[in-house]
Antibody, heavy 121, light 107 residues
Framework: EVQLVESGGDLVQPGRSLALSCAAS????????MHWVRQAPGKGLEWVSG????????DYADSVQGRFTISRDNAKNSLYLQMNSLRTEDTALYYC??????????????WGRGTMVTVSS | DIQMTQTPSSLSASVGDRVTITCRAS??????LNWYQQQPGKAPNLLIH???TLQSGVPSRFSGSGSGTDFTLTISSLQPEDFATYYC?????????FGQGTKVEIK
């Protein structure tokens, strides 16, 4: 089955760290750029970070630059997001998303179900 | 950053109605514009990419048009399963910004 499955979401205190993972299956993971997109409760969609098929280009939203690190392991068909110095405004459902293109300048044609991150004291 | 502005923010319509949602970019994005549908409690789903190309498996009642800064999503005859929130997104550059969403509700 072609799917993306996120994991790692949790309730954490402000200033702490959390690592998210995304397991891809049913397609050639190494042929696609990948992204993380988040959605705060009751709000719209916000692109967080993305990287090309070979991790040659990595990009971040200004809101997470310097705090979050995206990475991938093509041998394990997995995408990761290391989140440090978490803030209450990082509270959201985090989606793992596939780009239609390897270079990452296309639309998002596959989404996981999301993993919830709650930052609260 | 490129700002994406959708209008309206919400609308009420009946089954069978023709519905149009507009998306405006703050600068030229050629045809690098995508539309997504998000039903309540579910992940978004790609409807249209490159402004006017229907994603595989998406019903033909959905169509997109536009280029440059002004774009439109049209649903030719609204069906019960189309009541959802719709987002536009630019893939012209990074950050890959989304519009604020348009909620389509039942009249």
């Amino acid at each position: 089955e072609v799917q993306l499955v996120e994991s790692g979401g949790d309730l954490v205190q402000p200033g702490r760290s959390l690592a998210l993972s995304c397991a891809a299956s049913g397609f050639n993971f190494q042929d696609y750029a990948m992204h993380w997109v988040r959605q705060a409760p009751g709000k719209g969609l916000e692109w967080v970070s993305g990287l090309t098929w070979n991790s040659g280009r990595v990009d971040y939203a200004d809101s997470v630059q310097g705090r979050f690190t995206i990475s991938r392991d093509n041998a394990k068909n997995s995408l990761y997001l290391q989140m440090n110095s978490l803030r209450t405004e990082d509270t959201a459902l985090y989606y793992c998303v596939r780009d239609r293109a390897a270079a990452g300048h296309d639309s998002f044609d596959m989404w996981g179900r999301g993993t919830m991150v709650t930052v609260s004291s | 950053d490129i700002q994406m502005t959708q209008t309206p923010s919400s609308l009420s319509a009946s089954v069978g109605d023709r519905v149009t949602i507009t998306c405006r970019a703050s600068q030229n994005i050629d045809n690098d514009l995508n539309w997504y549908q998000q039903q309540p409690g579910k992940a978004p789903n790609l409807l249209i990419h490159a402004a006017a190309t229907l994603q595989s498996g998406v019903p033909s009642r959905f169509s997109g048009s536009g280029s440059g800064t002004d774009f439109t999503l049209t649903i030719s005859s609204l069906q019960p399963e189309d009541f959802a929130t719709y987002y536009c997104q630019q893939s012209y550059n990074t950050p890959r910004t989304f519009g604020q969403g348009t909620k389509v509700e039942i009249k």
